[in-house]
């Protein structure tokens, strides 16, 4: 009866270890399942947000001005010449066109660098009134796809 007893022993012994690492497995799989979807989301929304839509100054034109606290977005390129700040001022107004279509602009603040590249595109995200006017509150440039140095 001691071997009976013994074997039983080991058999107790070797069951709740087995129990418990598939427990432990089980966890496991529950963590890693849940990182790759908390990863998965945050790829999403890193994707969906880099793909920024926006409107040209013709369809700007075409749908109207915006509700008042809606932002929209506008592309185009800098009307040369148009550029005007008054001194000791951070209010600029210029013009930007889509090749047919052209867009009466105001910001207030500094402009990037590459704003007066005439290879540069230009796209504002503010506010378009019944006016006429696109008052911008961000002004982001993107390069072109060669860079080609002002002047």
Known sequence: MTEQ???EQEDYLTE??????TAHRVKVFIGVAVLVVALGYFAFQAFQSATVYYLTVGELQTIGFTEEGRSV???G???????EREPDSTLASFQITDGTQTLTAVHEGVVPDLFFNEHSEIIMEGAYTPEGLFESHTVIVKCPSKYVAEG
């Open 77 to 83: 390129k800098l009307v040369q010449g148009s550029f």
């Open 5 to 7: 007893t013994e074997v």
């Open 16 to 21: 709740p270890v087995e129990g418990a690492l």
């Open 73 to 75: 977005r506008v592309s």
